[in-house]
C-alpha cells in the first residue's frame, strides 16, 4: 500500500485493479443536536464520508448506523429534466430527494415563490440560465425537512438579492436539522455552526470532539 500526499491508501488487487482505500477505521457518533464539521486535506476523504452517511456509497467494512431521514445539499439540479418545465421538476426533483406526492403538491406554492423566476416556471429548464436553474434546484432541495443534513461546504446561489435571501434560507434549514455534518475547508464557518470537528487526514480520523480544541490542533499542524 502507498500513501498519497492528498488521499487515501491505493494498491493493486489480484487483478491489477486499482483499489482507493478512502476511508479507513474512521468511527464516531452524533446525537440530536449536534453540528460536526468535517476537515482535512483536499482528498482526505471528507466527500466520500458524506457520501457513506447518505446511503450513496456502502461501507466495505464495519457499520451505519442512522435513524431519520438523511439528505445532501449538493448536486441541486441532479435527476431535472431539461425538456421539462419548472414545475414539472420541482415534481421530479422533490420525488428525487424522497418526499411524498401529496407533500411535494403541499409546497409547490412556497417553492415557486421562494425562486422568484414567475413564469418561467411554466417553461421547458433549457430555456434557463445556469444561475435560474440553480435557484430552482436549491428552492426545491432547501424544502425538504431532514433529521440529518449533509453538507460539501456552504452554498449560496443567485445574485446579491437572492443570496442574502438563499443565506437566510441555509441557516433557517440548518437549525431546523437535528443533526448536521458540514464539510468545509473555511474554518471561521466550521467555528461559527459547528460544535463537533472531526479531522480527516489521509482517509483517517486524526482528531474527533469540540470544535475548538480539533481546530487548535489543526492550526498548529498547518503552521508547522
Known sequence: MLSLATGGKIGLTNEDRISVKALDSVSFSLKAGDKLGVIGHNGAGKTTLLRVAAGVFEPTFGALETVGRVGGLYDL????????????????????LGLTRREIDAKTDEIAEFTELGDYLYLPIRTYSSG??????????????????????????????????SEARMKEIVGRSGILILSAHTLGLIEDVCNKCLWLEH????????????????RKAAAA
Open 77 to 96: 439540479t441532479l435527476g431535472m429534466d431539461m425538456e421539462a418545465t419548472g414545475y414539472e421538476n420541482i415534481r421530479v426533483r422533490g420525488m428525487l
Open 132 to 165: 435560474m436553474l440553480l435557484r430552482l434546484g436549491f428552492a426545491v432541495t432547501t424544502s425538504v425537512d431532514l433529521d440529518i443534513l449533509l453538507m460539501d461546504e456552504w452554498i449560496s446561489v443567485g445574485d446579491e438579492s437572492f443570496q442574502r435571501k
Open 203 to 218: 482517509g483517517r480520523a486524526r482528531e474527533f470532539g469540540e470544535t475548538k480544541s480539533v481546530l487548535d490542533l489543526y
